[in-house]
C-alpha cells in the first residue's frame, strides 16, 4: 500500500464491549499491525439519551486485556463539536446543505402521512427551495433550523465492499437527510465522515449493521470532495441458534469471559476465526495472526458462536502457557470461589500455585476450574460427592486408611517419590492392591472419587492434613 493505513475502532459507551464488537476492534488492529499502520480509538458519544459515561473504562479495560492498544486516541466525539460546526458551515457556505426548518411535529405528520399511504416515509424537500419569506417568517416564529445534505434526487450508489463486494442503493430510496439537529448536534452519519476525514482513516473496517449508513456517508465524502476510504463490513456474530447473540445465550462480555477463567490469548484467538480463515489452521499465535490476516479471507457470512470451541481453545493455552503466570492469575479466583480471603490468597507460596497448575491443567478448561481443588488442597472445608461416603468409606477399609495413616505420618520428606514408596510398602504388609484403597483414599482427602494422581495429590495437600483426613475417615 502506498499511503499509510490508518484505521479505527468506534464504540459508543452505551453497553459493555460484547464479543461482536471485540471482534471488529481485532480485525482493526490485526489490518493495522499487518500494514505498519495505525489503530485510532474513538467513542461516538453524542447519544446523550443511551450513552452511558462509566462504561467507557470498562470498554478500556476489556481492550487492554485483550491486548488490542491503540495508537492514537481515545477521541471523544462530544469533545469535537466545534469541528462538526465547522464543517457543516463549509457544506451550507457551497451550496450543498441547507437549512431545514420543520418542527419534529411537522415531521412526524408527514411520516404518519407516508405511511397510512404505505409510502417510505422521506422527507418531501419542503425547505429544499425555501423563498427568503418564507425562511424570514421561520426565523420570526423563533423556529431553530436543522441542517440537511442535498442529495441528487436519482440515481444508484455502488459501494465496493472489501468483504462483501458489489452492493447498490438506489438514491430513491433516500432523502435530504439530517447532518446537524436544531439543538447543534450532530447526526452519526455526519460525526462519522467528518471524525474519518480528519482522522485520515484509510479503510472502515466495522459491523454490517452499519452498511446501509455507507451510502449516506459517501455522498458526504463527495460533497466534501474527499476520496473515499475502502470499506469492509464484518458480518454479525450470532449464538447456534442463529438468532442475534444475547446474554440468554451465556456470556457475551468480553469481561464476563475474563471473569470465568478464559484466557485473554484464547478469546483472541477464537475471535480471529471467527469468519476469518487460513487453511485448516485453529491455532495462532499473536504473530501468526498478524502475519496471515487477510480481509480477502473475512467471510461474508454471519459467523456462529460456540462456547464450546471457546472452551477447547482456552485448555490447549492453560496447558500450554507458562505455569508461573497461570498460578499467579489463579490467586483472584481463589477469592471470587470463597476458597480463602485476599489475604490468605496472597499468602499462598507460588511454588504451591506453579504445583496445582501443573497437576490439574490437563483437565481444566478455565481458570476457575483450575483453581476449583484449591478448596481441599488449601482448606479443610470441602463438600463430598453424594453417596461417596457410603460406598467407599466402608469399615473394612477404614482399617486400611486408619494404618495408612501411621505408616504416612514417619515419611520423610513429603514427596510423591516418598509417599507411593510408604503407600505400597504399606499395603504389601497388608496383602492388599492400591485399587483396593485409592477410592476410599481421594476420597477422604477430597471428597470427590475423580482428580488428578494419588500422590502428587498428597504432596500438594500436605503431611498434617493427609494424615487428619485419614484418621478422621478411619473413624466412621
Aim: proline letters at 5%; a neutral charge.
Amino acid at each position: 500500500m502506498t499511503r499509510t493505513v490508518r484505521v479505527r475502532f468506534a464504540p459508543s459507551p452505551t453497553g459493555e464491549l460484547h464479543v461482536g464488537g471485540a471482534r471488529t476492534a481485532l480485525f482493526n488492529w490485526l489490518f493495522a499491525r499487518k500494514h505498519q499502520g495505525v489503530f485510532i480509538l474513538r467513542f461516538e458519544d453524542t447519544d446523550i439519551e443511551r450513552n452511558r459515561p462509566e462504561l467507557i473504562e470498562p470498554i478500556l479495560e476489556s481492550l487492554r486485556w485483550l491486548g488490542l492498544l491503540w495508537d492514537e486516541g481515545p477521541y471523544f466525539q462530544s469533545q469535537r463539536f466545534s469541528i462538526y460546526h465547522e464543517w457543516a458551515d463549509r457544506l451550507l457556505n457551497e451550496g450543498k446543505a441547507y437549512k431545514c426548518y420543520c418542527t419534529p411535529e411537522e415531521l412526524e405528520q408527514k411520516r404518519q402521512r407516508a405511511l397510512a399511504a404505505k409510502q417510505k416515509p422521506l422527507y418531501d424537500g419542503r425547505c429544499r427551495h425555501l423563498s427568503s419569506q418564507d425562511e424570514e417568517r421561520f426565523v420570526r416564529e423563533g423556529r431553530q433550523p436543522a441542517l440537511r445534505l442535498k442529495i441528487p434526487e436519482s440515481g444508484t450508489i455502488i459501494v465496493n465492499d472489501a468483504i462483501r463486494g458489489r452492493v447498490e442503493f438506489d438514491l430513491a430510496e433516500l432523502d435530504d437527510f439530517i447532518i446537524l439537529r436544531s439543538d447543534g448536534r450532530p447526526t452519526y452519519n455526519f460525526a462519522v465522515v467528518v471524525d474519518d476525514i480528519t482522522m485520515g482513516i484509510t479503510h472502515v473496517i466495522r459491523a454490517d449493521e452499519h452498511l446501509n449508513n455507507t451510502p449516506k456517508q459517501m455522498l458526504l465524502y463527495q460533497a466534501f470532495g474527499h476520496p473515499l476510504p475502502i470499506f469492509a463490513h464484518v458480518p454479525m456474530v450470532l449464538a447456534k441458534d442463529r438468532s442475534k447473540l444475547s446474554k440468554r445465550h451465556g456470556a457475551t462480555a468480553v469481561l464476563e469471559f475474563r471473569d470465568r477463567g478464559v484466557l485473554p490469548e484464547a478469546l483472541v484467538n477464537y475471535l480471529a476465526r471467527l469468519g476469518w480463515s487460513h487453511g485448516d489452521q485453529e491455532i495462532f499465535s499473536r504473530e501468526e495472526l498478524i502475519e496471515n490476516f487477510s480481509l480477502d479471507a473475512v467471510h461474508p457470512s454471519a459467523a456462529i458462536f460456540d462456547e464450546e470451541k471457546l472452551l477447547w481453545l482456552n485448555q490447549h493455552y492453560l496447558k500450554a502457557s507458562d505455569p508461573k503466570r497461570l498460578g499467579e492469575l489463579l490467586r483472584p479466583f481463589l477469592v471470587k470461589l470463597g476458597i480463602l480471603s485476599e489475604a490468605e490468597a496472597r499468602a499462598v507460596p507460588s511454588e504451591k500455585l506453579v504445583q496445582m497448575v501443573m497437576i490439574f491443567r490437563e483437565r481444566a478448561k478455565t481458570l476457575a476450574e483450575l483453581a476449583e481443588p484449591a478448596r481441599y488442597l488449601l482448606t479443610d472445608d470441602f463438600p463430598y460427592e453424594p453417596g461417596a461416603v457410603q460406598k467407599f468409606l466402608t469399615e473394612e477399609r477404614a482399617v486400611l486408611l486408619r494404618g495408612l495413616a501411621e505408616a504416612l505420618a514417619a515419611v520423610e520428606p513429603f514427596t510423591v517419590t516418598e509417599i507411593e514408596r510408604a503407600t505400597r510398602a504399606y499395603l504389601d504388609s497388608q496383602g492388599k492392591a492400591l485399587k483396593e484403597i485409592a477410592q476410599p483414599c481421594r476420597v477422604a482427602l477430597t471428597g470427590r472419587t475423580t482428580g488428578a494422581g494419588l500422590f502428587e495429590t498428597m504432596e500438594l495437600i500436605g503431611r498434617e492434613r493427609v494424615i487428619a483426613r485419614l484418621r478422621r475417615a478411619g473413624a466412621h
